[in-house]
């Protein structure tokens, strides 16, 4: 057995998976924007890369990403608690297949919420080496997804999630 399954067989009280996401809310708010802070700028020196200079315009576009970003996140968080009984993290999976609310416009909300949010990070850090490092991210966080989850989701939801699969577009919603 999997440590994936063995996670999503445990139960786990609405408490412990309250705690939990606050732990991950701080993690994924506080804790990797303030490293990408620490990190671009260091990665900039290391290669050589010049800051871009922050404008209104940038500080718009990144103050709308991670708003949009944030907002999706939130969402989906809330629908794999509620709906789910489960956390969007690993270690506390959802205990039934999500398919409501931004699940119904995209697989991966959790990951598409994060991509913005990092990205709206990345921008108003005005940090070159700061962009590369989210893309980085992103991409790790999208091959995680499609290599790892998608699999385990097939194997725990059978049938049901390889219909939803078939009719949901992985990370960008159908316009």
């Known amino acids: ?17 309250l705690v939990f996401l606050v732990v991950q809310a701080l993690a994924a708010v506080v804790v990797v924007p303030g490293l990408l802070a620490v990190t671009g700028p260091w990665l900039d020196a290391a290669l ?19 708003g949009a970003g944030l907002a999706v996140a ?11 009984h489960g956390t969007p993290a690993p270690m506390m999976p959802p205990k039934r297949l999500v398919v409501q609310g931004p699940y119904n416009h995209c697989r ?3 990951v598409l919420g994060t ?22 991210l992103d991409v790790g966080l999208v091959a995680y997804a499609k ?28 316009p």
Do not use: H
Request: hydrophobic fraction near 45%.
């Open 74 to 84: 939130i969402w989906a968080v809330q629908v794999t608690f509620e709906v789910g």
């Open 108 to 110: 991966n909300p959790m």
């Open 1 to 17: 057995m999997t440590r994936l399954r063995q996670w999503a067989d445990r139960e786990y009280s609405r408490r412990q998976r």
């Open 48 to 66: 050589g890369l010049p800051p871009f200079d922050v404008t209104p315009a940038s500080e718009m576009l990144a103050g709308v990403l991670m």
């Open 147 to 174: 290599a790892v989850e998608e699999k385990e989701l097939a194997a725990r939801f059978g049938e049901d999630y390889r219909e939803y699969r078939q009719r949901t577009p992985f990370l960008l919603p159908r």
């Open 115 to 136: 991509a913005l949010f990092y990205l709206g990070v990345g921008i108003w850090l005005g940090s070159a080496g700061g962009l590369l490092l989210v893309v980085v």
